[in-house]
């Protein structure tokens, strides 16, 4: 007996509910906007409200999801992100509460950096395999938020992915073989007394490249495919010119020419939405299969990468009919659905964002998604949802 395929039955995103244009931070700051553009590959960034955090987006993607299949059969819920609001409780507990998911699951949160959800997603994988009828859902949430006049700054964002893990996949197999590889460097991380990252940004490009050369050496160790069977790539984009640069570096390693054009679609939300850190790579995974072009048979590498660091390689088969379950209208409708903020009011909400346990506020429901993060009563985040 073969054994199914297993991997990613649906994903559906969410990010947050304002949008700054970077050429507005390139007018206010004096910056060429070229650079922005060009030099970093990003035109926007989304900006989370008051009302918004990782629960609430996680619980926007995860509904879209659960409105098309239900929540029968999630046994696990496993959520991934580097921007925790809780040091105990998983973000996942929130989101669950807010889903309406079965009580018989286990529930809980992952972290190492970008990297989280890669390893959620091959945890599903083995949940599922063990018990091919179960599903897990995986979300990866994340704030991206930096010192405002850092070089980081223009590469913030925001945004969640979820994922519907199975056998029998409608969208994409995830395929056995994986690279890995881990080294300690201090490139990037977020010390628990502060709401924005510490990050010596050109050590991360090149920790990021020594890591993707790494796990690629493994990947192929460890029964991967050449290159020239890997028909396109995405990989974790903190700026998509990042993509650009890692395309590259392999070529250079593998001494051999690869097109952009086999990374280059896989660019367009994160362009975008900014760097959703763990969520990241698959919104390039969305950009892909939300396409013209038929991916149908056609084999995806991926490349994740986490700070601090971890990275992984491995690769997915796009199945039949893929087509029938993506989301490249309502994904386009969500983009357009954020309210654009000019600098001052952008400066004004990541100010916001040092809000406190210590005192009870109420904070008012704005964002146009269907969940929001109502405040602290007696130390603890509440959340409300929208009547349907
Ligand atoms: N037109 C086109 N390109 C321009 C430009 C212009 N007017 N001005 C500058 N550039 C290019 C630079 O040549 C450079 O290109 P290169 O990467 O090919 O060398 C690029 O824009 C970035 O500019 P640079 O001045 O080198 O960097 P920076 O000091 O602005 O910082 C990061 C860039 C990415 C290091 C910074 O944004 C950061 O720390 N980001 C967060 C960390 C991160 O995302 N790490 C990634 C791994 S996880």
């Known amino acids: 007996m073969t054994a199914p395929l297993i991997g990613i039955h649906d994903l559906a995103v969410a990010t947050a509910g304002h949008v700054l244009e970077l050429d507005d931070l390139a007018a206010a700051t004096g910056v060429d906007p070229g650079k922005f553009h060009i030099g970093l590959g990003q035109d926007q960034m989304s900006v989370p409200g008051p009302d918004e955090d990782i629960v609430t987006m996680g619980a926007t993607a995860a509904r879209r999801i659960i409105d ?206 900014g760097n959703s850190y763990t969520a990241s790579l698959y919104f390039g995974l969305a950009a892909l299969l939300d396409g013209d072009d038929d991916l149908t048979g056609k084999r995806v590498g991926m490349f994740s990468y986490g700070s601090g660091s971890v990275s992984e390689f491995f690769a997915g088969v796009v199945q039949p009919g893929y087509r029938e379950h993506t989301r490249a209208d309502e994904t386009a409708e969500l983009l357009a659905a954020r309210t654009r903020v000019d600098v001052p009011a952008y400066r004004a909400l990541h100010a916001a964002a040092h809000l406190g346990s210590r005192q009870d506020v109420a904070v008012p429901a704005q964002s146009p998604w269907p969940y929001h993060f109502a405040g602290v009563r007696g130390r603890a985040r509440q959340y409300t949802a929208d009547q349907a």
């Open 68 to 273: 098309r299949h239900g929540v029968d059969g999630i046994r696990t819920v496993f959520f991934a992100t580097e921007s925790g609001v809780d040091q105990s409780k998983s973000a996942g507990v929130w989101v669950h509460d807010l889903l309406g998911l079965p009580s018989t699951s286990r529930v809980i949160e992952l972290k190492q950096a970008c990297y989280s959800a890669t390893a959620a997603l091959q945890a599903a994988a083995g949940l599922v395999a063990r018990e091919p009828g179960s599903k897990v859902l995986v979300i990866a949430s994340d704030i991206a938020r930096y010192e405002l006049d850092s070089a980081a700054e223009p590469t913030q964002g925001a945004g969640a992915v979820a994922m519907l893990v199975t056998a029998d996949p409608a969208l994409l197999s995830i395929e056995p073989a994986t690279g890995l590889h881990t080294a300690h460097v201090d490139d990037f991380w977020r010390p628990n007394d502060s709401v924005t990252a510490v990050v010596d940004g050109k050590l991360s490009i090149d920790a990021y490249l020594d890591g993707f050369v790494g796990a690629w050496d493994d990947y192929r160790a460890h029964g991967g495919v050449d290159a020239a069977e890997i028909d396109v790539f995405t990989h974790h984009q903190p700026f998509t010119r990042m993509a650009a640069k890692a395309h590259r570096r392999l070529a250079e390693h593998l001494g051999t020419e690869l097109a952009e054009d086999r990374y280059l679609r896989s660019t367009l939300y994160n362009r975008r939405i």
